[in-house]
């Protein structure tokens, strides 16, 4: 292989002309009296300059990457290469839907550098950068004719992508995140390596915007405002309030779009029926319940913060519940519910388990909660992902160190495999005159997936244990679009739904 000292990918100029001709006869040498004339080249300088891409190596170009836009309902998937690149190119639209590629090529003695892979890098980023939906051409098989007498095109395609065999052109475009779409026929006449097959080959830009398209419009990095919040005794419940505006106020202060508060945080309050029982104290404490949402809701508006309010207890229709609330910053709420509850909110409460797995469409996207126990079950939050939630908050309360173990180690596994940021919060301290709420251990923290693009570890931050503090944490949503699409593993889209599926019962 020849050694580079330099290597760029351009826009290429008319003055190339005479390296890109030298570079593509070389490339096609199986395939005689193949190159661009000049002309063409230059038509394609002058109707779309920015979508012809060089690769220039030690000052010399020696691989291009040429293409159009086009219309494509006006195409369809039943094309030539003849009839997308029309008479003299004039089937290019500027306002198209598709950058359709129309040369790719590399001197052979350049192969083996990646320098295709810069030019397809090159042109997905000019998708993105003009809003265009998708980057579509139709691929030669040039080893198909090794082939032709013992296996289908479309057994040849099956088996180059499980890799049993190397096609040098479709493996590296399906290692560049292209998709097959189908198999086209007479696609180029005269291309005997392939049998005159291709394959029609898409990338799709996640991140188009159809134009004209009434979608809510989502910030891309959303910041998240964790309050571990210390247990102490309040007398009233203005005095409670002092201490929840308190921690909103300061995470307001640094922009946040999320305040999470943790689990039963109102359980001071207990203490005023300390001789009551258990269950009895702790219904006392719910018919507050409602009365705390409304105030939850004000303060959302007053300091232009969305609000997971932590949980609390309700009572309904003769049950005893564990709901939170989503108190939005323009005025609106929702009602989340503890699915699983413990075996000891039942043994000292008599809780029942709620119902209803949903998302939350909020300004920042959709949002999940899980309370505490019920991140032990993936199954809620799957489903939950398969709503389109891309945050999951899970306000806790756990007392020893191996119950906060269990809920922080099954919400680190549900971000890697619901593809999706987890904020956790919980509570410190202790209650010494609140029967069943003495002791409380806690270290919150938001989690990433694992990839390139997240911390190693896929903590992004967290809390000093067993500390009264605030963690304000920035995380990006386009970088979970990426990872679904792209990712070293795609949890989400890898699941043999084909051999099995997850139901909710009605």
């Known amino acids: 292989m020849k050694k580079i000292k330099q290597v760029e990918v351009r826009n290429i100029r008319i003055e190339d002309y005479q390296e890109l001709k030298d570079a593509m006869i070389e490339a096609y040498s199986s395939w005689p009296g193949i190159f661009w004339a000049e002309e063409y080249i230059s038509k394609l300088l002058d109707i779309f300059p920015e979508g012809q891409f060089g690769i220039v190596a030690d000052g010399k170009v020696v691989g291009c990457a040429l293409a159009i836009i086009v219309d494509y309902s006006k195409f369809g998937d039943e094309h030539t290469y003849k009839e997308i690149t029309g008479h003299y190119f004039d089937t290019h639209n500027p306002a198209g839907d598709i950058l359709y590629g129309i040369e790719v090529f590399i001197r052979p003695d350049y192969r083996g550098y990646r320098l295709g892979r810069r030019l397809y890098d090159a042109r997905k980023e000019l998708c993105e950068k003009l809003n265009l939906r998708a980057i579509i051409f139709g691929g030669r098989i040039p080893n198909y004719h090794k082939y032709v007498d013992t296996l289908k095109p479309k057994d040849y395609i099956d088996k180059v992508k499980f890799k049993e065999i190397h096609d040098p052109t479709l493996s590296f475009q399906l290692s560049n995140d292209f998709h097959v779409k189908k198999l086209l026929t007479d696609y180029m006449p005269g291309d005997e390596e392939s049998m005159e097959f291709a394959t029609l080959l898409q990338w799709d830009n996640i991140y188009y915007k159809r134009k004209g398209a009434n979608k809510p419009e989502y910030k891309p990095v959303v910041r998240l405002g964790l309050v571990q919040w210390q247990m102490r005794a309040y007398n009233t419940m203005d005095e409670l309030f002092q201490q929840i505006e308190f921690f909103i106020d300061a995470v307001s202060g640094y922009k946040s779009d999320f305040a999470l508060f943790p689990e039963f945080f109102n359980a001071p309050l207990m203490g005023q029926w300390n001789n009551l029982s258990e269950p009895a104290a702790i219904r006392e404490l719910a018919a507050h319940t409602e009365s705390i949402r409304d105030r939850f809701v004000q303060l959302a508006i007053s300091y232009n913060i969305n609000i997971i309010t932590g949980s609390m207890p309700l009572m309904r229709d003769g049950n005893l519940y564990n709901v939170g609330y989503l108190c939005r910053r323009n005025g609106d709420w929702s009602q989340f519910e503890k699915i699983q509850v413990t075996p000891d909110e039942v043994k000292f409460w008599g809780m029942s388990g709620g119902k209803g797995i949903q998302v939350f469409d909020t300004d920042c996207g959709k949002?999940?909660?899980?309370?505490?126990?019920?991140?032990?079950?993936?199954?809620?939050?799957?489903?939950?992902?398969?709503?389109?939630?891309?945050?999951?908050?899970?306000?806790?309360?756990?007392?020893?160190?191996?119950?906060?173990?269990?809920?922080?180690?099954?919400?680190?596994?549900?971000?890697?495999?619901?593809?999706?940021?987890?904020?956790?919060?919980?509570?410190?301290?202790n209650l010494p005159k609140v029967h069943n709420m003495d002791i409380q251990f806690a270290q919150s923290v938001v989690f990433t997936p694992c990839d390139f693009a997240f911390p190693v570890n896929g903590v992004k931050a967290e809390a000093t244990p067993n500390t009264e503090m605030i963690l304000v944490v920035d995380v990006d949503l386009d970088l979970l679009k990426e990872l679904h699409e792209s990712g070293s593993a795609r949890n989400l889209k890898d699941r043999r739904t084909d051999y099995y599926d997850l139901v909710l019962k009605d």
């Open 367 to 429: 949002v999940g909660v899980c309370i505490s126990y019920d991140v032990e079950f993936p199954e809620i939050p799957r489903m939950m992902a398969a709503q389109g939630m891309k945050l999951l908050f899970i306000p806790f309360l756990t007392d020893t160190q191996n119950g906060y173990s269990r809920v922080r180690n099954c919400a680190q596994a549900r971000a890697i495999e619901n593809e999706c940021y987890v904020a956790m919060a919980g509570s410190v301290g």
